[in-house]
């Protein structure tokens, strides 16, 4: 569903993200924690853009700037033409009726004390209210009479659903699941993902999909953008980065996915990356996977490296870029190989 000659329905530009973690005597911020570093990307009307890389490298905290839960430190989100940081109150209701997100946690997501029902229906009113949650619960596949249960009487997959139902009412433009499935069992994964896929074609959503499983992401997304430690290394339609994968971070975390049928084996061997990320309190100067990546040199240390241009839509951020290998590191199984295990 992508749109390639429409404009962005979203646009990142510049996004920084910190946290004062430390104060001095006198109240002032001595410490910060760079949790998003000068982020930029767009999201086309009908995409699904999956944002990847491992635990604690900024993904939900982009998320949640993005939609100005989280005041951004710097830089702009542009949603639709309409500059979010200088819009004025009733515009930006406007816009956030149009965004929406689900959370990774669908046990904590919803009010123990309300029913399903008072939960979907906060984001409607008018005498309709009613007819359209009955409507939602349907349209995510549970009863319409479980609008007078309470969210304990139902399992955590059901949950999660009610909360994708809530999310639809203000009849959103904008999707974003932050690990909306990696809470649930795997069964219950693929009925999520299938129930997403369905309201993408149904609503002609736009999604910006959050997670570290890359084998759902392949399978759900138009395009992928891959951060480390705060800022995005590598961007570019999906089956272009899994089948020649650029930045040498890009292709460690695709080498590590499980093959999944007996007997296949990869492409290349899994690339184990020496030493640990480093602290987001005290980031690498330059280039912030240097102190990890076989090709560094003296350069990566003085200069961070921009998003550039490799072929078409595809940008990597690395001063390597001559030496790096190239080629695929993992594969899908075909459809017929699958299915017979």
Request: charge should be positive.
């Amino acid at each position: 569903m992508t749109a390639e000659n429409a404009s962005p329905l979203l646009q990142v530009e510049g996004l920084s993200q910190r946290f004062a973690v430390e104060r001095d005597v006198f109240g002032r911020p001595s410490q910060w924690l760079e949790a998003v570093d000068r982020v930029s990307l767009d999201l086309r009307r009908g995409e699904t853009l999956g944002i990847v890389g491992e635990s604690g490298c900024g993904k939900s905290t982009l998320a949640r700037s993005i939609l100005r839960l989280t005041p951004p430190s710097a830089g702009r989100v542009v949603f639709d033409g309409v500059d979010l940081a200088t819009a004025d109150a009733a515009t930006l209701r406007r816009m956030r009726a149009r965004m929406q997100i689900v959370m990774q946690d669908p046990f904590s997501a919803l009010n123990p004390r309300r029913t399903v029902g008072a939960s979907i229906g906060d984001g409607l009113s008018g005498p309709g209210r009613r007819a359209r949650v009955r409507e939602l619960l349907e349209k995510v596949g549970l009863s319409p009479e479980d609008a007078r249960r309470f969210p304990n009487e139902f399992s955590g997959g059901q949950r999660q659903r009610i909360c994708i139902a809530r999310a639809l009412g203000p009849g959103p433009d904008l999707l974003i699941a932050d690990e909306a499935v990696s809470a649930l069992d795997v069964s219950v994964q693929a009925q999520i993902l299938n129930l997403l896929a369905g309201l993408r074609q149904d609503f002609g959503l736009s999604f910006l999909f959050i997670s570290h499983n890359l084998s759902v992401v392949r399978a759900f997304c138009d395009r992928i953008a891959v951060m480390y430690l705060g800022r995005i290394v590598e961007t570019g339609p999906t089956e272009a980065i899994f089948n020649d994968p650029v930045h040498p971070y890009t292709r460690a975390l695709i080498s590590a996915v499980p093959i999944p049928v007996p007997g296949r084996h990869r492409a290349a061997r899994a690339q184990l990356l020496p030493g640990d990320v480093p602290s987001p309190l005290n980031p690498p100067s330059g280039c912030r996977f240097r102190t990890r990546c076989p090709h560094a040199d003296a350069g990566c240390a003085a200069t961070a490296p921009a998003l550039d241009p490799v072929a078409a839509e595809r940008h990597v951020a690395c001063l390597r870029l001559p030496v790096l290998p190239r080629g695929p590191v993992w594969q899908a199984p075909d459809t017929k190989e699958a299915a017979s295990c």
